[in-house]
């Protein structure tokens, strides 16, 4: 069960830390606390018996934080390596996967070694395939640095890179040892990618629990964006702790991704994640509403959050061009593909849909 600590900081000042408990197939903890960052060191020696940790982040992170996650492992007696990409979803394919591996052995990494993920969804999805895959699997630890990241990605075991016929499609169901998550790293993000966070946090509270929903209408997330992670993280981990494998109740999580993803393919990824979805959202939700799935209001009520965070929801896109982008989607099984509909909010349900099908459902969405 989660549950807060007190801590005393230097300054005498008590801090709360939030940490949530995930018991899966690996057992590990999500801490939530402004300044975990330098201090990771420490905490990752409790759970991490490497002698050598390989940092892995992108090229806007690592100048960022990559040098006071380092000092930190560092003064631990960890000896430490570093690789860097070029940021953004485009770097998380095959070619780059391959170059960390190829470091991975260059530094003679063994099995009892580890990964450090630092930073956003791609470098912690990258980076968990590669620890899943390395010597058939070595620890990491993912120090999410963006909204998206903290409240979803780095939570729930799902490593993946993309390929050229769909994203996700080369994954592993791969659980960290531990993630750390500093809020005081949201303060460097652009808007529009803390914004992507606000997109997710929007999905768990739809799908589970409206009077979540109802605050963040009334406080945005920067005003408590501790206790937003940790109200997230405990959604998901609810959800994973019964279906790890996503072999049906963790399909929930997914709301607003079908499409979602559908529309990140569509606009080679000029459109993010977080927006994409926070769109999908509300296509499947006002074709819900349409079809009768759906409270009346429904789409009303989430057009108006999604406005109040800033999220445009007109895309160029017809209906055939989504359909054909969904159709390369991962959850597909044969002939049918499970779209999650909101019932109302707070409430969703999936509905496996056949694939001639899917074209009237995003229709009566657009």
């Known amino acids: ?107 003679h990494l063994t099995r009892s070694d580890a990964i450090v993920a630092l930073g956003g969804g791609v470098v912690g999805d990258l980076s968990g395939f590669a620890a899943a895959t390395f010597l058939r699997g070595i620890s990491f630890i993912q120090i999410p640095t963006t909204l998206l990241a903290c409240v979803d990605s780095s939570v729930g075991g799902k490593t993946a890179i993309d390929i050229p016929a769909g994203k996700n499609l080369l994954g592993a169901f791969y659980q960290p040892s531990l993630v750390l998550c500093d809020p005081l790293t949201l303060r460097t993000l652009p808007d529009e990618i803390y914004r ?69 393919a569509c606009s080679h990824f000029q459109i993010s994640h977080g927006h994409a979805v926070a769109i999908g959202m509300h296509i499947i939700t006002k074709a819900s509403e349409k079809l009768g799935f759906a409270e009346q209001g429904c789409t009303a009520a989430l057009a108006h959050i999604l406005d109040s965070y800033h999220f445009p929801l007109a895309i160029p896109y017809s209906a055939d061009d989504l359909m054909k982008a969904a159709l390369q989607d991962k959850k597909r099984e044969g002939d049918s593909i499970t779209l999650i509909i909101p019932n109302k909010i707070g409430t969703c349900s999936m509905h496996a849909v056949p694939t001639e099908n899917l074209f009237d459902w995003i229709q009566n969405g657009l």
């Open 196 to 264: 992507d966070g606000c997109a997710e946090i929007i999905k768990y509270a739809m799908i589970t629990d409206a009077g979540f929903f109802e605050q963040l209408g009334q406080q945005p997330v920067k005003e408590w964006e501790e206790e937003v992670i940790k109200r997230c993280v405990e959604i998901k981990r609810d959800v994973v702790m019964q279906d790890e494998y996503d072999r049906g109740l963790r399909a929930l999580l997914n709301f607003g991704h079908t499409i979602g993803h559908a529309i990140e």
């Open 1 to 107: 069960m989660p549950y807060s600590c007190i801590r005393i900081c230097q300054k005498g000042v008590k801090t709360r830390m939030n940490k949530v408990h995930i018991n899966a197939s690996k057992s590990y903890d999500i801490m939530i606390e402004k300044g975990l960052l330098s201090r990771c060191g420490s905490l990752i020696k409790n759970v991490c018996k490497a002698q050598t940790i390989c940092l892995v982040t992108d090229d806007t992170v690592n100048a960022l934080y990559a040098d006071t996650v380092i000092q930190s492992l560092q003064a631990e007696g960890f000896r430490t390596a570093k690789f860097v990409f070029a940021h953004g979803e485009e770097s998380k394919n095959s070619t780059t996967y391959l170059h960390l591996i190829d470091y991975l052995a260059q530094n």
